[in-house]
Nanobody, 124 residues
């Protein structure tokens, strides 16, 4: 199993940037495909971006392409999400999730582990 803890959320102005981090403990981080999901109030959790085991493959939701960048440092067991040009619509709780897979699933039910979430609030 793997335990995940997100950090780096906050309240920012539209157009600002934030970087989220997700630290993993437990089973070897590099054996998991990782994803970022988000859930806004009253909405279902949605896929944001995913990254393969060694970071050679990424999948982005259309809504964040060109603004968000996912990366991972397997030596530090940490996943990152760089968020630029933030919009009010990006306001949500952001979750990092892990799945023991060689592909990058976009369906949340495919993931086996997730953290407690980090709140991101974007105001105009």
């Amino acid at each position: 199993q793997v335990q995940l803890v997100e950090s780096g959320g906050g309240r920012v102005q539209a157009g600002d940037s934030l970087r989220l981090a997700c630290e993993a403990t437990g089973r070897t981080f590099g054996t998991y495909t990782m994803g970022w999901f988000r859930q806004a109030p009253g909405k279902e959790r949605e896929f944001v971006v995913g990254i393969s085991l060694v970071g050679d493959s990424t999948v982005y939701a259309d809504s964040v392409k060109g603004r968000f960048t996912i990366s991972r440092d397997n030596a530090k067991s940490t996943l990152y999400l760089q968020m630029n040009s933030l919009e009010q619509e990006d306001t949500a709780v952001y979750y990092c999730e892990a799945v023991f897979s060689v592909t990058v699933p976009q369906r949340e039910e495919k993931y086996d582990f997730w953290g407690q979430g980090s709140q991101v609030t974007v105001v105009s």
